[in-house]
């Protein structure tokens, strides 16, 4: 079974300034989806961005921007020029791509609670 | 607009007793999720159903039964065997294998 870790529990940042989530995953599988979800106090899920394993370019959405290293299975979320409204809990996620009772599972990790200070 | 809806936002119920929480999307998603959400957790599978008809256990599937009648709903009976039922409960559907996961806003379930 896949599992992710985030070792952050909560992280602070200035506004304006740049700031990184760590996410380290286990797997034996080769190809899969890796993404971060952000989770504002409103509790609504939504998804910040996503990496395809087998690409090795870091995906980037704006000011969202990853650090995808897949040897050492980490998957780090950078955010540049932090805003007020980046406050939120930030989970990392694993999607299978294999068969069986696997498919279609997402493996979320504990997250991670960022504060955006101004 | 195209999206997932649950309802109600907030429920209430007494011990003992079974409630089942609504999920309905309208994005012609073959794929749907039950998740549970725990103060300082992340998100937990409790079933999901890959197509009209047929759901699978997730990790913790114990005390919650679900139905796949129709594909636009995926509601989730939490019975009275669950153990411990108060949590945030998160729907989600997924068009393709590879594509994401889109959530509903929630319902937080408090048993007392």
């Known amino acids: 079974a896949q599992t992710v870790t985030q070792s952050q529990p909560e992280m602070s940042v200035q506004e304006a300034e740049t700031v990184t989530l760590s996410c380290t995953y286990d797997t034996s599988e080769n190809n899969y989806y890796l993404f971060w979800y952000k989770q504002p106090p409103s509790r609504q899920m939504i998804l910040v961005i996503r990496q395809e394993a087998y690409k090795q370019q870091n995906a980037t959405e704006n000011r969202f921007s990853v650090n995808f290293q897949k040897a050492a299975k980490s998957f780090s979320l950078k955010i540049s020029d932090s805003q007020l409204g980046d406050t939120a809990m930030y989970f990392c996620?694993?999607?299978?791509?294999?068969?069986?009772?696997?498919?279609?599972?997402?493996?979320f990790g504990q997250g991670t609670i960022l504060t955006v200070h101004p | 607009d195209g999206g997932i809806t649950q309802s109600p936002k907030y429920l209430f119920r007494k011990e003992g007793q079974n409630v089942t929480l609504s999920c309905e999307q309208n994005l012609n998603h073959d794929a749907m999720y039950w998740y549970r959400q725990d103060p300082g957790q992340g998100l937990r599978l409790i079933y999901y159903s890959q197509i009209v008809n047929d759901f699978q256990k997730g990790d913790i599937a114990e005390g919650y039964s679900v139905s796949r009648e129709k594909k636009e709903s995926f509601p989730l009976t939490v019975t009275s065997a669950q153990k411990n039922p108060t949590a945030f409960y998160l729907c989600?559907?997924?068009?393709?294998?590879?594509?994401?996961?889109?959530f509903g806003p929630g319902t937080r379930l408090t048993v007392t």
């Open positions: 989600a559907s997924r068009r393709g294998q590879a594509d994401e996961q889109y």
């Open positions: 996620a694993f999607l299978s791509n294999a068969g069986g009772t696997s498919y279609g599972k997402l493996t």
